[in-house]
């Protein structure tokens, strides 16, 4: 058995993990925390309320069922989850309000009826969609970009095919505004999916409108007791493939021996190992624990996704009007990005997501109340004046959420904590607390992003949204995939 570190216990870590122990691989995972999760953590608040402190949407829970039975055991054993319908309840500015229904045909006649797009459009908007992301998803998103090997199986010349479909030079923005110039409310709906890696969709480029498919073609998803169930589940099947986890032991330093890793220093000791895979952020992995070792420097400087202000409120009354997802948008969707992406501030009128699991969970808050997880899109840590921005973002939540609503919030407030992007960067190490790593704000991007694998130091591998194929629990699962690939190659 090699012994393998794994330095971080976030999503992509602990997947890591497991896929490692089932090689054969005798694990080792430094956290530097008290426990696991990273951005997949949890927290409560007095009075009785839980909730899921990052992320909330779930798309493709195959991809968490297959560790399970990678590891010879029964998925439900471990982890359970229902497809959501309705997935989302939107609010427009001009009070409009829709249902995203989980079946395609149900969503587009709601469209139909509630925007006047006909529903035929919708379909067949979606359908592309569908087979753009079936057409692509295997070679950009399951395979290393970086392995010459990658580009001679035959799924890349099918996806060659495919990427031109989309418009290869129009932006996400410009591809919805044609399929739907009817009505730019749907324009706005679909834009934020551009939201889902931490983008701009009036800068990122059209081959992203496939993502609405993971959502509205696939499904979304709910886990049973939440999103930290899956962190959960998969950190008890680790334990019992007799991976250790080391908790509030930081790695310091990756050691290098003969031109290769060969261990870790930790704030406790010194350990040997011949491999090692980071989950850190693959900016500081570089700049803190291998100073000596020449960095990909244009790789580290792409620019980063944008981050999130969230607000966890304990609601002291309930809303019968509300689901599990809920999007308030604003008035003006490109001003947002403008401040976002080239302003680095939050602009006045926010588009505002409610994620609520109480409602599916009722152990998640007590009888009569709500747990609201309230997050809106805001740049990565730059040395903003962040109380100042908290504060100006509160207010405007408040007030998106009053005209939405027909009620003052405020007052139903009963337990409160904020998590804004320092927040998010001292507790998981991304830089700036960008939430998918680099953004996806141009066509090449994706090759763009760290490789699974260090080019320079052999022994040393990386997995989590900030490297290849990017941020987002599926994406981080898939990056676990790809490094165990690369270890048995
Ligand atoms: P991370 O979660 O980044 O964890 C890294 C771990 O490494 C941390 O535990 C950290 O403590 C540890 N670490 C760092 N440095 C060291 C060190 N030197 N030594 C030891 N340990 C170290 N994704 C979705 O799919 N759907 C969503 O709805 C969604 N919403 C989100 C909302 C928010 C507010 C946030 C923050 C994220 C959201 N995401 C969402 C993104 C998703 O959460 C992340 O892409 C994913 O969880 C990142 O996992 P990771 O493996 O990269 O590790």
């Known amino acids: 058995k090699t012994p393998a570190a794994i330095i971080g216990a976030g999503i992509g870590g602990i997947a890591t993990a497991v896929r490692l122990a089932c090689q054969g691989h005798a694990v080792t995972v430094f956290e530097a925390e008290a426990s696991f999760g990273g951005k997949m953590h949890q927290l409560g608040l007095p009075g009785g309320y839980r909730f899921d402190g990052g992320p909330s949407l779930f798309t493709l829970?195959?991809?968490?069922?297959?560790?399970?039975?990678?590891?010879?055991?029964?998925?439900?054993?471990?982890?359970?989850?229902?497809?959501?319908d309705p997935i989302t309840q939107y609010f427009f500015a001009d009070g409009t309000r829709l249902t995203a229904w989980a079946e395609e045909p149900r969503f587009a006649q709601e469209v139909e009826e509630k925007l006047g797009v006909p529903a035929a459009d919708v379909l067949s908007f979606l359908r592309q969609s569908g087979r753009a992301y079936e057409g692509t998803a295997d070679t950009f998103l399951r395979h290393s970009l970086h392995k010459a090997g990658t580009y001679l199986r035959p799924e890349v010349l099918k996806a060659m095919a495919v990427l031109p479909q989309?418009?290869?030079?129009?932006?996400?923005?410009?591809?919805?505004?044609?399929?739907?110039?009817q009505d730019a409310r749907l324009v706005q709906l679909f834009d934020r999916f551009a939201t889902y890696n931490g983008s701009d969709p009036y800068q990122a480029p059209a081959t992203l409108s496939?993502?609405?498919?993971?959502?509205?073609?696939?499904?979304?998803?709910?886990?049973?007791?939440?999103?930290?169930?899956?962190?959960?589940?998969?950190?008890?099947?680790?334990?019992?493939?007799?991976?250790?986890?080391?908790?509030?032991?930081?790695?310091?330093?990756?050691?290098?021996?003969?031109?290769?890793?060969?261990?870790?220093?930790?704030?406790r000791g010194i350990y040997d190992f011949p491999l090692v895979v980071s989950n850190m952020d693959v900016v500081p992995t570089?700049?803190?624990?291998?100073?000596?070792?020449?960095?990909?420097?244009?790789?580290?400087?792409?620019?980063?996704?944008?981050?999130?202000?969230?607000?966890?409120?304990?609601?002291?009354?309930?809303?019968?009007?509300?689901?599990?997802?809920?999007?308030?948008?604003?008035?003006?969707?490109?001003?947002?990005?403008?401040?976002?992406?080239?302003?680095?501030?939050?602009?006045?009128?926010?588009?505002?997501?409610?994620?609520i699991t109480s409602k599916k969970t009722a152990a998640d808050a007590p009888a009569g109340h709500e747990n609201w997880f309230v997050m809106v899109n805001v740049p990565h840590d730059q040395g903003q004046d962040w109380p100042a921005l908290v504060a100006h973002t509160r207010r405007a939540v408040l007030q998106r959420l009053h005209r939405a609503l027909g009620v003052d919030v405020g007052p139903y407030i009963r337990a409160e904590q904020v998590w804004d992007p320092p927040g998010i960067a001292r507790r998981t190490s991304s830089v700036g607390g960008a939430l998918y790593g680099s953004s996806s704000n141009n066509m090449l991007?994706?090759?763009?992003?760290?490789?699974?694998?260090?080019?320079?130091?052999?022994?040393?591998?990386?997995?989590?949204?900030?490297?290849?194929?990017?941020?987002?629990?599926?994406?981080?699962?898939?990056?676990?995939?790809?490094?165990?690939?690369?270890?048995?190659?």
């Open 210 to 267: 496939l993502i609405p498919h993971l959502e509205h073609g696939l499904g979304a998803y709910y886990p049973e007791g939440g999103i930290y169930a899956i962190a959960a589940s998969l950190v008890k099947l680790a334990e019992e493939l007799g991976v250790q986890f080391r908790y509030q032991e930081p790695v310091q330093e990756i050691l290098t021996a003969g031109g290769r890793v060969s261990g870790v220093r930790t704030s």
């Open 61 to 84: 829970p195959q991809l968490v069922d297959e560790l399970f039975r990678l590891a010879g055991r029964t998925p439900t054993d471990y982890f359970r989850y229902e497809r959501l």
């Open 166 to 181: 989309l418009g290869l030079l129009s932006t996400m923005h410009q591809r919805h505004a044609a399929a739907f110039p």
């Open 445 to 489: 991007a994706a090759f763009l992003r760290h490789p699974n694998f260090s080019r320079k130091l052999p022994g040393l591998y990386f997995c989590g949204g900030s490297v290849h194929p990017g941020g987002g629990i599926p994406l981080c699962l898939l990056s676990a995939a790809i490094v165990a690939d690369l270890l048995s190659a």
């Open 286 to 355: 570089y700049r803190r624990l291998l100073p000596q070792l020449p960095a990909p420097e244009k790789t580290l400087q792409q620019p980063r996704s944008s981050s999130a202000l969230i607000f966890y409120w304990g609601i002291g009354r309930e809303f019968a009007e509300l689901g599990v997802h809920n999007i308030f948008f604003s008035q003006d969707y490109r001003r947002e990005f403008e401040a976002i992406f080239l302003e680095k501030t939050v602009a006045d009128d926010v588009t505002v997501y409610v994620n």
